[in-house]
């Protein structure tokens, strides 16, 4: 993993895109791939800082998810949470499909599905924690360069504040202005809104990320897991192939909505997947158990 840290002016570099996470990345601006914008945004949806208020809307696509405000965060949030929910969902689906096709054992079904529930929701709790741990690390490094170049060049800050400032649409006076007011009140706090985007008073927890991830792909992978335990034997595949694929219509049409993208090639992209992945296993499986391994 590499987080590329970029004190100066860079603030996209701190919000890079996890990989391995899952999901599908939205070609829709201002919603930035869910499981990193969550992160950034998370800290930003408490009141903003001194800086934030006065920042006319931005130019920059690196920056608009610095300013999406409250409502902005929680659908984000909400967003992950779906896309989660959908991970949990298609991989469980997959394998207790697959373990049907082998096998019409009620126990070999729970157990394949409830080993899938945890060890999928722990490694994306896992690889969540890593995650927005190290994007933590960045921030606090750049934090403290921040710190230091305000401490050793308070000048130089000064005129970069006010630069960015009327980067954004003020004019050279009313932003040396503003820039001095932001200094004069809290020159740290305004530099990390401003240069880094972050919100030094509210860095992403990681433990809240990856109880989130945790909890969103269990709530899904319960789904495929109860619908196939459940239902006596002839109706198994039936319950699960269907409420599976009902329930990635949703998901698919959530975040899709969510995301202010159209839902109808949004759901058709979903499902197919879910489908695809069932089909595969399904396969994989009855040609296991027909050859009886
Ligand atoms: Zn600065």
Redesign the pocket.
């Known amino acids: 993993m590499t987080d590329i840290l970029v004190p100066?002016g860079s603030p996209g570099a701190l919000g890079l895109p996890r990989p391995g996470t899952g999901g599908d990345p939205p070609s829709v601006p201002n919603v930035p791939f869910p499981w990193a914008c969550c992160h950034s945004v998370e800290r930003r949806s408490g009141a903003g800082p001194p800086g934030g208020a006065i920042l006319p809307a931005v130019t920059e696509p690196n920056h608009d998810e610095n300013h999406g405000g409250a409502l902005g965060s929680r659908l984000n949030w909400l967003r992950a949470a779906v896309l989660g929910a959908n991970d949990g969902i298609v991989s469980t689906a997959g394998l207790v499909v697959g373990v049907a096709g082998a096998t019409g054992s009620r126990s070999a079904l729970l157990t394949a599905g409830l080993a899938g529930l945890l060890a999928g929701s722990m490694s994306m709790a896992a690889g969540e924690y890593v995650s927005v741990s190290t994007q933590r690390d960045s921030e606090l490094a750049a934090l403290a360069v921040?710190k230091r170049?305000?401490r050793e060049q308070p000048e130089a800050?000064l005129r970069?504040?006010t630069q960015m400032l009327q980067t954004r649409g003020l004019s050279e006076e009313v932003a040396r202005e503003a820039a001095e007011q932001l200094t004069e009140r809290d020159a740290l706090r305004a530099?990390a809104s401003v240069?880094l985007g972050i919100n030094p008073d509210e860095l992403t927890n990681p433990w809240h990320a990856a109880w989130a991830s945790f909890l969103a792909f269990t709530v899904g992978a319960l789904l495929p897991l109860l619908a196939i335990v459940l239902p006596p034997g002839a109706w198994r595949l039936p319950v699960t192939v269907v409420s599976v694929l009902a329930a990635l219509v949703l998901t698919g049409w959530t975040s899709a909505r969510l995301g202010a993208a159209a839902p109808g090639r949004a759901v058709v992209r979903n499902v197919g997947g879910g489908a695809l992945a069932m089909a595969v296993t399904y396969a994989a499986g009855s040609l296991l158990g027909a050859v009886g391994v």
């Open positions: 100066q921040e170049e305000l800050e970069e504040l530099h240069e």
